[in-house]
């Protein structure tokens, strides 16, 4: 057994309430808007608090949810601007050699010939490709683009990720 804490997924955000029978009204935030349909259980907070989910449908781009006893607008009015999460354990499972974003933050990044870059501290989403930015010993930023002619090896259990710099890119 494990003594690291939980991770948890941010899927939603709670926008306010839907109706007057305790429903929510949620902007999904995941690519898999079915997550958030299919799971008995989500996740509030910091720490996360565990809600029972009641009933879930998709309706005109968002999620509406009811949790197990709120079953007022009053309820649920607290719970406004609260971010939906699901355990990371329990995510839909990815193709290989494709991550969740929790798992490459924090990655060790390593040139090829065993040069220490830094760590990625942000994944920053620029429409063509995601680009990770790389922290390094001295404090210095690094943008490294998340293509396969950079990226040549992404290992999780050594937590760490190969690339193969394109020329002045960190001259």
């Known amino acids: 057994m494990s003594d690291a804490p939980e991770q948890y997924l941010v899927v939603g955000e709670i926008l306010k309430p839907w109706g007057f029978r305790g429903d929510l009204k949620i902007k999904i935030l995941s690519d ?14 910091v720490p996360a608090r565990a809600y029972q989910v009641e009933r879930a449908r998709l309706h005109s781009g968002y999620a509406l949810l009811k949790f197990v ?12 601007g609260e971010l939906v999460q699901i355990r ?9 050699g494709q991550y969740y974003h929790h798992q490459i933050i924090g990655l060790n990044v390593v040139t090829a010939d065993a040069q220490t870059l830094g760590v990625i501290e942000q994944i920053l989403e620029t429409g063509a490709n995601d680009v990770y930015l790389v922290r390094t010993p001295e404090g210095k930023e690094i943008l490294i683009p998340a293509i396969k002619s ?3 090896k992404i290992d999780l259990a ?9 020329p002045g890119l960190i001259d």
């Open 150 to 152: 950079v990226i040549k």
């Open 32 to 45: 898999y808007p079915n997550r958030l349909l299919k799971h008995k259980t989500l996740y509030l907070g």
């Open 158 to 166: 050594a937590h760490s990720m190969t690339v193969e710099l394109l």
């Open 69 to 80: 006893g709120y079953d007022t607008d009053a309820a649920v009015a607290k719970l406004r």
């Open 88 to 96: 990371a354990q329990d995510a839909a499972k990815l193709k290989k």
